[in-house]
């Protein structure tokens, strides 16, 4: 652990290069509704609309694209709550390699499906009583393929840097900062783009109450670990932030929060109802926390990273009814 090299905004940049025709770059969204609610002015950077519904697809093709021709015909492995998964199927497909992708037999059949769907071949297993990390080595090792983990790699969190990269060259510096917290790939990589670019500009990181080891971690300065949380957040549902992930955030990031399974229904409602969007349990996290905030944040501008767009029909009919 002691020599990591951490990445830079110079390898953020480096990622914009390699996505640049493959990535979307996608839209900033402001709602009137929210800035009377808030008192305050909300730049919504909507990577529920990236390719494969979330801004995965990002860090995964940026590390895809940098292996060599032997990586690329040895293929890849990849394990992922959903997300991930169908991140380095797509990834993979555009780059024309094989992909091997290890699931949670829960997760989201639609996540499973669109993995598939890609021509990943998904071999599923139980998140509650295996672990993924040895699965995913253990299938890197068999079969000589390269593992490519969905947070704690350099290349990843570069090119999960990327959207915020993209939303201050549009919208210019902030006040504050609102980010999604599983494992602090996005996060990390936001806060590359942030202290270049808007470097007084507070960043937060929003989790699950479920499942708050970022948080502790955050506040200890040691990565603490849980069990899996159980929350509908399921991009979210993870036990400890990275050995790469970590120090970024504990050096960058200035408040880690939580948000409720309730309050992110809430959202979900919001989104769909007043902005007319579908966003999956994870990526109301931040909007859910910014929300709670509303007397520091007035008269501010401020940031929300729309994570993904992710969720089953079926299952956001179900949640959004229960409100
Ligand atoms: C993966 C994911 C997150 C969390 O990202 P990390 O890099 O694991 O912190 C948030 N929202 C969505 C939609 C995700 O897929």
Same mark, same amino acid.
Do not use: W
């Given at each position: 652990?002691?020599?990591?090299?951490?990445?830079?905004?110079?390898?953020?940049?480096?990622?914009?290069?390699?996505?640049?025709?493959?990535?979307?770059?996608?839209?900033?969204?402001?709602?009137?509704?929210?800035?009377?609610?808030?008192?305050?002015?909300?730049?919504?950077?909507?990577?529920?609309?990236?390719?494969?519904?979330?801004?995965?697809?990002?860090?995964?093709?940026?590390?895809?694209?940098?292996?060599?021709?032997?990586?690329?015909?040895? $293929?890849?492995?990849?394990? #992922?709550?959903?997300?991930?998964?169908? =991140? /380095?199927?797509?990834? !993979?497909?555009?780059? +024309?390699?094989?992909?091997?992708?290890?699931?949670?037999?829960?997760?989201?059949?639609?996540?499973?499906?669109?993995?598939?769907?890609?021509?990943?071949?998904?071999?599923?297993?139980?998140?509650?009583?295996?672990?993924?990390?040895?699965?995913?080595?253990?299938?890197?090792?068999?079969?000589?393929?390269?593992?490519?983990?969905?947070?704690?790699?350099?290349?990843?969190?570069?090119?999960?840097?990327?959207?915020?990269?993209?939303?201050?060259?549009?919208?210019?510096?902030?006040?504050?900062?609102?980010?999604?917290?599983?494992?602090?790939?996005?996060?990390?990589?936001?806060?590359? $783009?942030?202290?270049?670019? #808007?470097?007084?500009?507070?960043?937060? =990181? /929003?989790?699950?109450? !479920?499942?708050?080891? +970022?948080?502790?971690?955050?506040?200890?300065?040691?990565?603490?670990?849980?069990?899996?949380?159980?929350?509908?957040?399921?991009?979210?549902?993870?036990?400890?932030?990275?050995?790469?992930?970590?120090?970024?955030?504990?050096?960058?990031?200035?408040?880690?929060?939580?948000?409720?399974?309730?309050?992110?229904?809430?959202?979900?409602?919001?989104?769909?109802?007043?902005?007319?969007?579908?966003?999956?349990?994870?990526?109301?996290?931040?909007?859910?926390?910014?929300?709670?905030?509303?007397?520091?944040?007035?008269?501010?501008?401020?940031?929300?990273?729309?994570?993904?767009?992710?969720?089953?029909?079926?299952?956001?009919?179900?949640?959004?009814?229960?409100?």
């Amino acid at each position: 652990m002691t020599d990591l090299t951490l990445p830079t905004y110079d390898n953020v940049l480096a990622a914009a290069q390699r996505l640049e025709g493959f990535a979307h770059r996608t839209p900033v969204l402001t709602s009137r509704t929210v800035n009377e609610a808030l008192g305050a002015q909300v730049f919504f950077k909507c990577e529920n609309f990236q390719r494969m519904g979330a801004f995965k697809f990002r860090g995964a093709f940026n590390a895809l694209s940098k292996f060599d021709d032997a990586q690329r015909r040895r $293929s890849v492995v990849a394990f #992922s709550l959903g997300n991930h998964a169908q =991140a /380095v199927a797509l990834s !993979a497909k555009l780059l +024309g390699m094989p992909a091997t992708i290890g699931m949670p037999e829960d997760a989201p059949a639609m996540k499973i499906a669109a993995t598939r769907g890609y021509g990943g071949n998904v071999v599923l297993y139980d998140r509650y009583k295996e672990d993924r990390e040895q699965i995913g080595r253990d299938l890197a090792e068999k079969r000589g393929l390269t593992l490519i983990p969905p947070y704690d790699h350099p290349d990843v969190m570069a090119g999960q840097g990327t959207a915020a990269k993209e939303l201050f060259d549009e919208v210019g510096p902030l006040d504050a900062f609102f980010v999604p917290l599983g494992d602090g790939g996005l996060l990390s990589g936001s806060a590359l $783009s942030t202290r270049t670019l #808007s470097p007084d500009c507070e960043i937060y =990181a /929003v989790e699950p109450e !479920a499942g708050n080891d +970022g948080q502790q971690s955050f506040r200890s300065g040691n990565i603490v670990h849980i069990d899996t949380p159980k929350t509908i957040a399921d991009g979210a549902q993870t036990q400890h932030l990275g050995n790469y992930t970590f120090p970024i955030i504990r050096r960058d990031v200035n408040d880690v929060l939580t948000a409720s399974d309730a309050e992110l229904i809430d959202c979900m409602c919001f989104y769909a109802s007043r902005m007319k969007m579908l966003v999956e349990p994870t990526g109301c996290l931040n909007f859910a926390a910014l929300r709670k905030m509303k007397a520091q944040m007035s008269g501010k501008r401020v940031g929300v990273l729309i994570s993904g767009g992710n969720v089953d029909i079926q299952r956001f009919a179900e949640l959004v009814a229960g409100q």
